[in-house]
């Protein structure tokens, strides 16, 4: 069984930064996308992705937070990092891991989807 353990959420000011962490345990799995995703907590609020990269290491961010975040990952930790800047008070929101992997005991098609518990940022002043 997979485990994602987010680190790296709290209360921050207007144009401060924040580094997410997540760490993926467990063995005998290849991680394919590594996504992250969030959550306003607002009425009817959907959970959106907020960036993603592949295992060859292609990236996609939102519109709203693209040129202010930054997704990267370490293959051999099986981790990946979000690296926010400029924050802005609409990013406040519960940030999620999400992972999408294949066991190599059952080979590449068939994926399966992990998510984490979630980390809450704050950005206000």
């Known amino acids: 069984q997979v485990q994602l353990v987010e680190s790296g959420g709290g209360l921050v000011q207007p144009g401060g930064s924040l580094r997410l962490s997540c760490a993926a345990s467990g063995s005998g799995f290849i991680i394919k996308d590594m996504n992250w995703y969030r959550q306003r907590q607002a009425p009817g609020a959907l959970r959106e992705l907020v960036a993603n990269i592949t295992g060859g290491g292609n990236t996609n961010y939102a519109a709203s937070v693209k040129g202010r975040f930054t997704i990267s990952r370490d293959n051999a930790e099986n981790t990946v990092v979000l690296q926010m800047n400029s924050l802005k008070p609409a990013d406040t929101a519960v940030y999620y891991c999400?992972?999408?992997?294949?066991?190599?005991?059952?080979?590449?098609?068939?994926?399966?989807?992990?998510w984490g518990e979630g980390t809450q940022v704050t950005v206000s002043s």
């Open positions: 999400n992972v999408r992997l294949y066991y190599t005991e059952y080979g590449p098609l068939y994926e399966y989807d992990y």
